[in-house]
């Protein structure tokens, strides 16, 4: 069998494992909580392993390997530090971020600030995540190029036709688990490499001895490679406020935070992700050093002329004769399932701002989860196939890396930020922070790759070292300033926009709807038998469904919902409605079209002491329903 023929069939039955887990997680979907955050039971260890994989980029691994060979350990200022870093500050947030009812950042900022924030958020977050996907095509795309011949297209085919079945089947669910195999895949191949590279780079060939290939290693590294610092402080603090902010603001791990158990689990998640990714770029500094032994010349050529030749180099390693067809096809694998564990969560992330934050927001408020599913495929064909059209213009894939970072630094991270930690934060701040930042910054990303000669320092880093970055320290400081001087000339936002994000708020806020609420029409006890608890770790899990003869007409039964009794809100919009009767608004009775145009999804999270308190609020929900359903 040719080492083609042996990639394809280990292929096929790799993606059947992921198929069939999208498949299991497929018949457990009862709500668009388990399909959008996994019913928001994921534990710490999944958490982490899915957290690590979604940022361990094919592309990037090879685009990190290509910067240790070429600066030593002072490159990790530009992705490895800044990705271990904003996982654990994510880790911090964790507990504020797990309280806020939402499934995407578009619809947080929504309920934060208005209608009018949510369609530019949604189109900035599809944007950034094409180009982070990039790097995926990129990376696997030079594998299948290098490994066998084949065009870049093959990539973008593979890896849309998979994500687009396992991620629609099963959800973030599927995300999740298919996310731990493909870590654990990539370590195996990360730490394998490392070894048999270190042997290679000794001089000892099969000497088993990989302890003592890598003592020998890294005792002829060259002078000052493995200083973090030699790039200069002034060079890594530029870096990290120009990466870790978009970073730490990034929809997928937000949404990591929101699916997990509980807050405890997501800290905990968070925190183990940032030591896996740590194992596997440790792995990669090794593979550099043994690969700068191997290629002399490719060090030679030095930072940015060599990366051409740098990031392909282990593939060229892994090809050159040492490993049997078999190996190279295990190698091939171990690659594609990192580019796969950020395809799904960037195609993931993205699809849903275009299907549930455009799509059932602005276009059709009255689809069905079937109908949304749908789009959702769609959805994730459109991000991947847009992410290879891209590929074919940017040449470096740790650049595609950084524009996409920096333009969500510039957009997004004042108005998510200060809308959860800022009362006086308003929607019209939100609008000038974020459409100043976004467009300062694409302009300026526009002017540097125009003005950048090819394999040349950026253009407006030769100007001035505070314009490192394409400028993201301008984009970001004039978006603050736009931010914070609009939002303190206009008037203070309404007490629904905070209560969601602030306890005193909410409590005054649903305080007076509780008083203005009717007693139930029937005994809690009469409608337990419709009801199903899942207990979640510190909340359960309240589920129900209402079934109507005829298709519900949803923005109608809304507005009539809303006028019959007041503790109804939809701040976020016709896909989500709350009975606002507890300061705990992910605790309060929510409603969302069903799978069906004739079926009404109840739920609610309450946290465990009042569990048995909101079946009394099931049953005012779901009469009231049924009154107007009539």
Not at 123 to 138: H, N, R, S, Y
Not at 451 to 473: D, F, V
Request: net charge neutral.
């Amino acid at each position: 069998m040719g080492g083609l023929q042996m990639f394809l069939l280990m292929l096929a039955v790799y993606l059947g494992v992921l198929v069939g887990i999208g498949l299991y997680f497929n018949r457990r979907q009862r709500s668009v909580t388990d399909f959008w955050l996994a019913g928001r039971r994921v534990g710490a260890v999944n958490t982490g392993f899915s957290a690590a994989a979604s940022w361990l980029t094919a592309g990037a691994i090879l685009a990190v390997i290509g910067f240790f060979m070429l600066n030593g350990m002072g490159s990790v200022w530009g992705f490895v530090a800044p990705n271990i870093l904003a996982l654990l500050i994510i880790a911090l947030l964790a507990k504020r971020l797990k309280r806020l009812p939402a499934i995407t950042q578009p619809e947080l900022l929504e309920l934060r600030y208005s209608s009018a924030v949510r369609a530019p958020v949604a189109v900035i977050i599809t944007i950034v995540m094409i180009l982070f996907a990039v790097a995926d095509i990129k990376g696997f795309a030079f594998l299948l190029q290098v490994y066998y011949g084949l065009s870049p297209v093959w990539a973008a085919v593979i890896v849309a036709l998979a994500v687009s079945v396992y991620v629609t089947l099963g959800g973030f669910s599927a995300v999740v688990w298919t996310d731990t195999l493909q870590y654990l895949l990539l370590a195996v191949f990360a730490v394998a490499l490392a070894f048999v590279a270190a042997d290679a780079a000794t001089m000892a060939p099969g000497s088993g001895d990989g302890i003592g290939a890598f003592q020998t290693l890294m005792g002829t590294a060259p002078d000052g490679w493995w200083n973090p610092l030699s790039v200069g402080v002034p060079a890594a603090l530029i870096f990290s406020l120009a990466i870790i902010p978009g970073w730490v603001t990034e929809q997928d791990p937000w949404q990591r935070v929101w699916a997990a158990r509980n807050a405890a689990s997501a800290r905990i998640g968070m925190t183990v992700g940032a030591l896996l990714i740590m194992v596997v770029f440790s792995a990669c500094a090794i593979i550099a050093l043994s690969l700068n032994r191997i290629y002399p010349e490719i060090a030679a050529l030095g930072f940015p002329a060599g990366m051409a030749k740098a990031e392909p180099a282990l593939l060229n390693f892994i090809t050159s004769g040492r490993f049997s067809a078999f190996v190279v096809a295990l190698t091939a694998i171990g690659l594609a399932a990192a580019a796969m564990s950020c395809a799904d969560t960037f195609a993931t992330s993205g699809a849903s701002c275009l299907s549930r934050d455009i799509y059932q927001r602005f276009i059709k408020p009255e689809a069905t989860m079937a109908e949304m599913l749908m789009v959702n495929r769609i959805s994730v064909l459109v991000i991947i196939l847009s992410a290879t059209a891209v590929s074919f213009l940017i040449d470096s894939i740790i650049d595609a890396i950084h524009i996409a970072t920096f333009i969500a630094s510039a957009a997004c991270f004042f108005p998510l930020m200060g809308g959860i930690f800022w009362k006086r934060a308003t929607r019209e701040g939100a609008m000038a922070g974020l459409m100043t930042g976004a467009t300062v910054q694409i302009l300026l990303v526009g002017a540097d790759l125009a003005r950048t000669a090819p394999m040349a320092p950026p253009y407006l880093e030769t100007i001035s070292p505070l314009l490192m970055g394409h400028g993201i320290l301008v984009g970001m400081g004039l978006s603050a300033a736009a931010y914070v001087g609009t939002s303190l000339l206009t008037p203070a936002p309404e007490p629904i926009r905070l209560a969601p994000f602030f306890g005193d708020e909410a409590q005054s806020l649903a305080a007076a709807n509780a008083a203005a609420t009717e007693a139930p029409a029937s005994a809690p006890e009469a409608f337990a038998g419709e009801l199903t608890f899942k207990p979640n770790g510190e909340r359960t899990l309240i589920q129900a469904s209402l079934r109507n003869g005829r298709p519900i007409q949803w923005q109608s039964l809304v507005a009539r919902l809303k006028k019959a009794h007041p503790a109804w809100v939809n701040p976020g919009g016709f896909d989500a409605v709350y009975r606002l009767t507890d300061p705990d608004l992910l605790g309060c009775v929510m409603i969302t079209r069903g799978r069906t145009a004739h079926e009404i999804w109840l739920q609610a999270e309450p946290r465990n002491p009042m569990a048995s308190v909101r079946r009394v609020e099931f049953v005012r929900a779901y009469r009231e329903l049924e009154a107007l359903l009539v």
